[in-house]
């Protein structure tokens, strides 16, 4: 497409989160936020008004037939991630779906092949990958100033009040642990050769609360993810993530819990988020914002998004998967 033109973008899935991917497309330039769609007629209805969005779907085999529509984000819950994004890469549109890409390694092989036979373009929705943070330590690991990786651990811990509305859906493991199993595997290029898990489940939801995975590389190195959602529900943190990675000849320490703001007020401490979505004064500005800028740059230029893949998306979801597997069975999985 023209590099002139906005691209014009849909929202499928109304969640929490497709309603903050569908509030960042409205206040983006050279973005338009052309359709949206939901089961739920009300909240659809909602949503559009508020943005002023015309083009309205229920059935989002409607929204994908819409010619008007260059791209979609997928919002869904995971387990409509395989059918929807297969349906709109065969569509043509370009695709960018939300993480974990699918609930299995089946189903994300079925979305892989799907995406290298279509034209459109398909990205899933890593966003750490694009938090400078991150991609400064990258770069660092690039340049050779930490040696060869041996080790790494990273923690991602929420409060259980925010695990009560999601562990219905997903484990702590694979909802926000996926995170760091992708960058680890990310900064190391190397891939998975055994994992071991544990899991806890303290609540009352359908999926454990957390848990921790190890799992040694192919190079050699130990990665161990932790991710727990059962802070107390008046931690300050908006999210306690940490990673560090240690290599031959130095080391590195990502802190994103702690953003640069405390605020103390009658209710207590709180540490909001000012990276990833933050909304001051009524505009959003923030890294999920880098991630659409990057994704419709893509688009505009026709190049096909190499920040991540496909294949890293799925080999993500394989360790999370094998860290479940193991922590079920209490066996060491080999890939």
Same mark, same amino acid.
């Given at each position: ?32 936020? &052309?359709?949206?769609?939901? #089961?739920?007629? $009300?909240?659809? =209805?909602?949503? *559009?008004? %508020?943005?002023?969005? /015309? ?84 770069? &660092?690991?690039?340049?050779? #100033?930490?040696? $060869?990786?041996? =080790?790494?651990? *990273?923690? %991602?811990?929420?409060? /259980? ?175």
């Amino acid at each position: 497409m023209s590099q002139s033109k906005s691209v014009r973008w849909g929202v499928i899935g109304l969640g929490w989160f497709g309603e903050v991917h569908a509030d960042n497309l409205s206040e983006m330039p050279d973005i338009e936020l &052309a359709a949206l769609c939901t #089961r739920r007629p $009300e909240r659809l =209805s909602e949503v *559009a008004d %508020r943005l002023g969005v /015309k083009r309205r779907y229920t059935d989002y085999r409607e929204l994908l037939a819409d010619p008007e529509i260059d791209v979609v984000s997928i919002t869904t819950h995971i387990n409509d991630h395989r059918d929807i994004a297969i349906d709109a890469l065969r569509s043509g549109k370009h695709v960018l779906l939300e993480k974990p890409m699918a609930p299995t390694v089946e189903d994300c092989e079925q979305i892989v092949e799907a995406a290298s036979k279509a034209t459109g373009f398909l990205m899933v929705g890593h966003i750490c990958r694009f938090d400078p943070r991150v991609t400064m330590a990258k770069q &660092a690991i690039e340049e050779g #100033r930490i040696g $060869e990786i041996i =080790s790494m651990h *990273a923690r %991602r811990n929420l409060s /259980k009040e925010i695990g009560k509305t999601v562990l219905d859906d997903i484990s702590a493991l694979m909802g926000d642990g996926i995170h760091d199993a992708d960058l680890m595997l990310w900064f190391s290029q190397a891939k998975v050769s055994t994992v071991y898990a544990q899991e806890v489940h303290p609540g009352q939801n359908k999926y454990p609360d957390g848990g921790w995975s190890i799992a040694r590389l192919d190079n050699g190195a130990v990665a161990v993810v932790e991710s727990v959602w059962h802070l107390p529900e008046k931690t300050p943190y908006t999210i306690d993530a940490r990673l560090e990675v240690l290599g031959t000849e130095g080391a590195l320490y990502i802190n994103c819990g702690e953003a640069g703001l405390a605020i103390h007020d009658a209710n207590g401490v709180k540490m909001p988020d000012t990276m990833y979505w933050p909304r001051p004064f009524g505009n959003y500005f923030g890294v999920l914002q880098e991630e659409l800028r990057y994704f419709a740059k893509c688009v505009r230029k026709g190049e096909r998004p190499d920040r991540i893949t496909p294949a890293e998306s799925c080999a993500a979801v394989a360790w999370m998967a094998a860290a479940t597997e193991s922590s079920q069975t209490g066996a060491i999985v080999t890939f």
